[in-house]
């Protein structure tokens, strides 16, 4: 006689530790499953608030400084460290963990213009308004030791701008004329000038190491080659530029901060059009830094705010402002791409979530994939009109957004008019000039 | 470039035209001097009256005073430079000049001729470009240069823009732990066990800084060359493909369905085996022995075993079936015959074997029934009526004589085609001759099995009809006779199933009575034709019933027609409205009682465009409500968003759902990677030229 029995595999249900993760048996038929994209347009419209909800951007003040900060400098090799300067001419040295000075150098009686990090992290260099670059040890001096610098160049006239070289032991100062120097020599090994002009910046390439840029008060801003022995090329717009930065993944890209409110982003082969103006700011732009992916960088600005672009938006995803922040003079993003640091004119340093919303810290396997697919959710949804609203929205303070109101105003009529003039005049008189045009006011061969 | 070095040239041949206009002047200075030097023995002061004059005169004749230039001695030790006041006196000539560069055998030949040329050409030289301007071209060549060194990168940074996913830092060393040796690298052995095992292993050359590889391992990993590799990979490469093209055709003939071809192998492999056993037999009888007691086994095995016992769940679906299936039935006693050679002792040949088969299917045909008395899957067949077990009979050995001669034919043709080339035309042939001979024969006779069935059933039926009438259901009635009477039912039709599907009730009904097999057989007809007629009665009571409730329920409301006429409300509805402009007493008399002209109410009437066609305009049950949701509508997108080019593109990505809801694990982590990926606490580099390079490798190896 045959019994027949209920029989199941233990292999289809039984899990070979305690530790495995317990089978569930699922079926994808999609008749059980309906009104998908309604369910999902929920959770986007859910996660998008969440996400709302949870931005809270703004981590720590650091104040110590009894001036203005007027420069900030990221250390190469330490995440957790900070370097400031402040108008009075003090250098801090901050441990960003503790949120806590850690070494304390006094510049001059003036001014400190620039800091930077040499590449291996050990020591840093200074110019300030007193003629003089002076290199200084990380550490802080032993007690009883005096702060001295390891070494003072006095130049003939005043530096305004430094940077470092990424890899050799070379950087550049600029003043009246950009300067190459070599760490070791007293004097410089070259140097560019282009007209009588003085300039207010200098950065190097750090992808293609011999490239510099320079921002001078012609309102141009002028390209270099360390191994040539004339500039490259220059473009002249219709308002200076404060500073530039390269951009750390794509080596013919970098963005100038200008007064005109704008950012522009060029492609150093063709300066005569910016690949991407970048408007949101309602007042001149102070500083920009590139995200060190490459694909976002954010500004500072004398409106008191700091926004972060996308490299190829024209417009910001994100603006950070708080009550007491007075106009932001310097501004970096962290070399984890998770913090931004902005000094401004009230004396403290700031630092900030580079994403608003995102948590920090180690997320658990399933946070993470929830968070993934919420952030998928929010780019597939993206476009719908109550979700876009809901997304996009900032609380401004009171001024900059009647401000911001009366630029857009202010825009909307100029191109009425402009369309007005166009419509009333002979055909092919009054050409449409793009936005990307009408920035530029020459190149320079 | 070349336009540089031509404009430096010119420049180079600009500049020695005024040196040489200088050597000239100076050549008349030191007359000029050496006269001065003649007269100064004479007095101070005739010398200074005569400096006046000179000066005097040189002021007339407008020329820039050039200061005097003091000469030392070293001036006239120099004098092979400078060229002395010759016989001609003032000029010198090119010529001169270029007759001793000839004679100098260490001025290479060109630079004569060049000179030569020169000294032809009247043409004046051009004047050298101003400092700006070189200046000028000087940057733009050295751009130039710079901006194609840049556009190296531009495939990397276009990949990158593309790329899906992009972790960062670049440059990550590997997350598999590294030896201890490599981390500590100052270790050294200190302990005295710990030297000792330290001499062990270098005395045995074993691995200490590297433990992964010995230095026997490391070197035959670099004595094979890269070609070697490649030859080697090559081989094993096509070795995996013959094996995969082997497996996928042995899949594929283990997938063939069809019964004979099977057959028609394994005679094949039978034959071959049992050349090969005879071979043994000759060459190696031991091996031939163990083969034997192998077969014996296997025989012993299949003895034992149930297999091919017509007692699966196949067979017994199969029995089922067998009554009215010819197939089945055949494919049953197949499997039987399998069973029974295997059980058997062996035998030698394959023609007695052929011939047992043919045997044994006679056999198993002319038993029948009385086989099937001890086969329980068979018991079916015992309870059909004996008249049409013996037509059925009758028919089957019909089929089979057929199917018989067929099969014999196909027999001695495989003998003929042993290729298996042969093989499958001769199953394409088989194929077509059972599309025009066999099914035709095989319908016929299922047919005419029918008509019978129909004829017996129909009796019955007739018998029940008498009650049915006295049940009253009539409506049901006409329905039912109709299906048994297919005059020429169509060979792919749903018909045939029909009556299997009535007569296996009559049978399972029948086998609770059969334990009266001592009932007289007319009785028995009758009682076959009650029961179903009954049951059926009493279903369609039921189904009647039930409508009928419904009905009477529902008996006030008209449905359709009320549905018809909501469907129409909302059509008037929608359909725009003609507009009447006409004002009355314009142009005419107005007043109570009057209206206006036709003429006029036709003149000032709009009419409303036809709307367009309604969604449900086809289907006659349902209504569409075409008004427009404006709650929705905040919802909605007005225009397409910028990436996507067209609506369905758009409606194809928001269609389709990214959560685990509805996708499975692995593709809903493929589809919601994140765009970068940053590692907690690591510092991202910028681009370094290493990138560049492993670009162009993974471009090489592409």
Request: with cysteine; aromatic share 6%; net charge neutral.
């Amino acid at each position: 006689m045959k019994v027949k029995v209920l029989s199941r595999n233990p292999d289809d249900y039984v899990r070979e530790t305690q530790y495995d993760i317990q089978r569930v048996p699922r079926n994808y038929d999609p008749s059980l499953h309906p009104f998908e994209v309604p369910r999902e347009y929920a959770r986007a419209l859910n996660a998008t608030k969440l996400e709302r909800v949870f931005a809270k951007p703004f981590l720590a003040s650091l104040d110590g400084h009894r001036d203005g900060v007027h420069c900030l400098a990221k250390h190469r090799t330490s995440l957790s460290t900070l370097l400031s300067g402040s108008c009075d001419g003090q250098v801090k040295v901050w441990n960003l963990t503790e949120r806590d000075v850690c070494a304390l150098s006094k510049h001059t009686k003036d001014l400190c213009v620039e800091i930077v990090v040499r590449f291996c992290g050990t020591s840093f260099f200074t110019v300030g308004d007193d003629k003089t670059i002076k290199q200084w040890k990380m550490e802080a001096p032993a007690y009883g030791e005096e702060e001295e610098p390891l070494n003072t160049i006095l130049g003939k006239t005043v530096f305004t701008g430094l940077d470092h070289h990424q890899k050799e032991g070379v950087f550049a100062t600029c003043g009246q004329q950009v300067d190459i120097w070599d760490e070791q020599r007293s004097s410089p090994i070259r140097s560019f000038t282009w007209g009588v002009d003085s300039f207010s910046s200098v950065r190097f390439n750090p992808v293609e190491t011999e490239l510099l840029a320079s921002c001078g008060s012609d309102r141009s801003v002028v390209l270099y080659d360390m191994r040539e022995s004339t500039p490259l090329r220059k473009v002249i717009m219709k308002m200076r530029t404060n500073t530039v930065c390269w951009n750390p993944m794509e080596a013919y890209y970098f963005t100038s901060a200008n007064e005109d409110y704008n950012l522009y982003t060029y492609d150093m082969r063709h300066l005569d059009k910016p690949v991407m103006v970048h408007m949101d700011h309602v007042s001149a732009v102070l500083d920009v830094d590139y995200s060190p992916t490459g694909r976002e960088f954010v500004s500072a600005s004398f409106d008191k705010t700091i926004r972060i672009f996308p490299k190829n938006a024209g417009h910001s995803r994100e603006v950070y402002h708080t009550k007491r922040m007075q106009h932001v003079i310097c501004v970096k993003w962290s070399s984890d791409n998770k913090y931004v640091l902005s000094g401004s004119d009230e004396m403290n340093i700031r630092l900030w979530k580079a994403n608003a919303a995102e948590k920090l810290g180690v997320l658990s396997p399933r946070e993470r994939q929830a968070t993934n697919y919420n952030q998928k959710l929010k780019e597939k949804f993206q476009y719908h009109p109550q979700i876009r609203r809901i997304a996009r929205h900032r609380h401004l303070p009171k001024n900059i957004y009647h401000q911001a109101k009366e630029l857009r105003v202010m825009k909307a009529a100029r191109h009425r008019k402009e369309s007005n003039v166009r419509k009333h005049s002979k055909p092919g008189t009054v050409p449409l000039v793009a936005e990307k045009e009408k920035h530029v006011v020459t190149v320079v061969k | 470039m070349g336009k540089l070095r031509e404009r430096k040239v010119s420049s180079k041949k600009a500049n020695k035209h005024p040196v040489e206009a200088e050597m000239k002047e100076e050549e008349e200075e030191e007359e000029e001097e050496d006269e001065v030097r003649s007269d100064d023995e004479d007095s101070d002061e005739d010398e200074r009256k005569r400096h006046k004059l000179v000066e005097a005169i040189r002021a007339l004749s407008g020329k820039r005073k050039k200061p005097l230039v003091e000469r030392s001695e070293a001036a006239v030790l120099m004098s092979e430079f400078t060229v002395a006041p010759g016989s001609d006196g003032d000029r010198v000539q090119l010529s001169e000049l270029i007759g001793t560069v000839e004679q100098t055998p260490s001025v290479p030949s060109r630079a004569t001729k060049q000179l030569k040329n020169l000294e032809h050409s009247n043409r004046t030289v051009e004047c050298p470009l101003s400092r700006q301007e070189s200046e000028r071209i000087h940057r733009d060549v050295a751009f130039q240069r710079t901006a194609s060194e840049v556009s190296r990168w531009s495939s990397t940074i276009s990949h990158n823009q593309r790329v899906e996913q992009q972790v960062f830092p670049l440059h990550q060393e590997p997350l598999a732990p590294r030896p201890v040796e490599r981390v500590v690298s100052g270790w050294k052995p200190q302990t005295p066990l710990e030297q000792e095992v330290m001499a062990l292993l270098s005395a045995n050359k074993q691995p200490i800084t590297n433990p992964v590889l010995t230095p026997v391992e490391e070197a035959s990993m670099k004595a094979m060359s890269l070609e070697e590799a490649k030859i080697r990979r090559a081989e094993l490469q096509k070795a995996r493909a013959l094996q995969s093209y082997y497996e996928s055709k042995t899949r594929r003939e283990r997938k063939i369905k069809s019964k004979k071809y099977h057959r028609v192998q394994n005679k094949g492999k039978r034959k071959e085996f049992l050349k090969q056993f005879d071979a043994m037999v000759e060459k190696d009888p031991g091996a031939a022995l163990e083969e034997l007691q192998k077969m014996e086994v296997a025989r012993m095995k299949e003895r034992m075993s149930l297999k091919h016992q017509n007692s699966g769940k196949w067979a017994r679906s199969k029995a089922v079936m067998a009554k009215y299936d010819e197939g089945a039935r055949r494919a049953m006693q197949q499997q039987l015959e399998v069973n029974k050679d295997l059980t058997q002792k062996l035998v030698s040949t394959l023609d007695q074997e052929e011939k047992e088969e043919e045997e044994e299917e006679e056999e198993v045909a002319a038993e029948g029934a009385a086989g099937d008395v001890h086969n329980p899957w068979m018991r079916g067949k015992l309870s059909e009526d004996p008249s049409e077990r013996e037509d059925q009979q009758s028919v089957e050995v019909d089929v089979k004589e057929t199917e018989n001669a067929a099969e014999e034919e196909e027999e001695e043709e495989d003998e003929e085609a042993e290729e298996a080339a042969l093989l499958r035309e001769f199953e394409r042939k088989r194929r077509e001759r059972h599309v025009q001979k066999a099914e035709p024969e095989v319908f016929e006779t299922v047919e005419k099995l029918l008509v019978q069935a129909d004829h017996t059933h129909n009796s019955a039926l007739e018998e029940g009809l008498m009650r049915i009438r006295t049940v009253e259901d009539l409506e049901e009635l006409p329905a039912d006779p109709e299906p048994p009477l297919p005059e020429a039912p169509p060979p792919s039709e749903p018909e045939p199933p029909a009556p299997p599907i009535t007569a296996p009730k009559a049978g399972k009904k029948r086998k609770g009575i059969q334990l009266k097999e001592v009932l007289t057989k007319e009785t028995e007809v009758i009682d076959v034709g009650l029961k179903p007629t009954t049951e059926d009665q009493e279903d369609q009571d039921q189904e009647s019933g039930q409508r009928g409730l419904i009905k009477e329920a529902f008996a006030g409301d008209d449905v359709i027609s009320d549905f018809l006429k909501e469907k129409r409300k909302q059509e008037d509805e929608g359909r725009p409205k003609d507009l009447d402009l006409t004002l009355p007493g314009w142009g005419e008399w107005g007043g109570t009682g009057l209206k206006p002209s036709r003429k006029k109410r036709r003149r000032f009437r709009v009419k409303a465009p036809p709307p367009p066609p309604r969604k449900d305009q086809q289907l006659p049950s349902v209504i569409i409500s075409e008004k427009r949701n404006g709650a929705l509508s905040l919802h909605q997108i007005n225009s397409l968003p910028f990436p996507f080019e067209s609506h369905a593109q758009f409606q194809s990505t928001m269609r389709s759902p990214l959560g685990r809801t509805w996708n499975t694990e692995r593709t809903v982590k493929k589809v919601t990677k994140p765009r970068v990926i940053t590692r907690l606490g690591a510092i991202i580099e910028p681009m370094s030229k290493e990138e560049l390079v492993k670009d162009r490798k993974n471009k090489c190896n592409l």
